[in-house]
């Protein structure tokens, strides 16, 4: 399993736009189990309603854990998602 956390700092937070993007990522690894956490609650990011869910905004933090045969690979593809999107930055 892999985790990472990343700084959220776009001001409208996780909106339709990039949440679908993100989902559609998560989507393409189905062989993996793919969640993100924010305060507490868990949900998986293979779901557009879960992730909405979560409320995210700017100044939030977000951990993404991908766990399964292609965890790396999948781990990549969200981050790249979440930064070339500009929603969030991965935090050290």
């Known amino acids: 399993m892999v985790s990472k956390t990343f700084l959220m700092i776009d001001p409208n937070g996780f ?10 990522t998560a989507n393409q690894y189905l062989d993996c189990a793919i969640f ?15 992730v909405l869910s979560l409320s995210i905004r ?7 854990s991908v766990d399964g045969p292609n965890e790396e690979m999948a781990m990549k593809a969200l ?13 050290k």
């Open 15 to 24: 909106h339709a736009g990039p949440t679908n993007e993100l989902v559609y």
């Open 36 to 50: 993100g956490e924010h305060e507490g609650l868990r949900v998986t990011l293979h779901s557009i309603l879960g």
């Open 58 to 64: 700017a100044g939030h933090v977000l951990t993404i």
């Open 79 to 91: 981050q790249s998602v979440i930064e070339c999107q500009e929603i969030g930055i991965l935090k």
